[in-house]
């Protein structure tokens, strides 16, 4: 399945998915190391990716199908093994290729090459097959212990994408709304051993980061342009893909001032624009709406949650009155 940009930029800040930045999902920038894998992906009509088993062999190093499909007989018995249907994971296709033969006259190769047909057997494999097959490849080899890394972070990468898929728009709202507030407080930690101290520090800090990814605009711009009143907060009043980029924002610029050691108000607030500045460049990149251009929900932050609980106790109700 296909993962929009919002949900990428989702995937990309969440704090079980560090390690995705380093992929840079949004810019489609694989790793070096990742390629191998990447350059026989297939995707189905569908929308779910694949890879067939003989494309497979040269790229975790092994030179003949037959010891490979031994790997490939001992990742379908742990598929059977822990429950899954062997056929969802590793159906069978059958191909006809062309086996090249050369016939030799007089001890000269004088013919041309004569071709034959030949019908072999490979197998469409799913993103779990062939984690299993990495899993029971020859652990002596390092592009096995790749594979077992990018399998495993595909994987979980779409365990994600499915449940933010699944959830509605306002749902969707909630759960960014809930990941900024978490990833808000540890970059105003980051924020504060870096020297951001004074109230106006921080407010400039803030500012910074805003006027990066909205090309300019303040705190108060983006109110103002959203009609708030003055106490509402304007992360309450974004839908679910203007509340992932500035999720992602946030992420990066945590992560940044951290790993870099940045001191100094003014260097944080810099640095703080520059990721700003560069979550802007990838969305206009994907060719994404970028967050000033998305609509301004009529519903608060606060209305949906209410909602939300009112909803679960009427469930609840009903639960017990059954």
Known sequence: MEISYSESLWLLSHRNFNILIKLN???NLIANEYQGFEQIKHVDEQGNEFWLAREL???LEYTKWENFKKVVDRAMLA???SGFNIADHFPEVRKMVEMPSKQKKDGHFGFPDLRKTKMIIDYKLSRYACYLIVQNGDPRKEIIATGQTYFAIQTRRQEVADYFNQLDEDNKRLVVRGDIKKWNQMLA???HQAGVITDE??????NAGYMGLYGGETVQDIHSRKKLQPKQKILDFM???ELVANLFRISLAEEKIRNEQVQGAENAAMTHNQVGQEVRKTIQRVGGVLPEDQPTPGESIEDVQKEQLKKLKSQQKLMLDE
Not at 201 to 206: C, I
């Open 25 to 27: 999902v949004m810019s």
């Open 189 to 191: 930690e980051a924020a």
């Open 57 to 59: 062999v040269p790229v």
């Open 201 to 206: 520090e921080f407010a400039r800090f803030q």
């Open 239 to 241: 839908n679910s893909q």
């Open 79 to 81: 598929c059977r093994n």
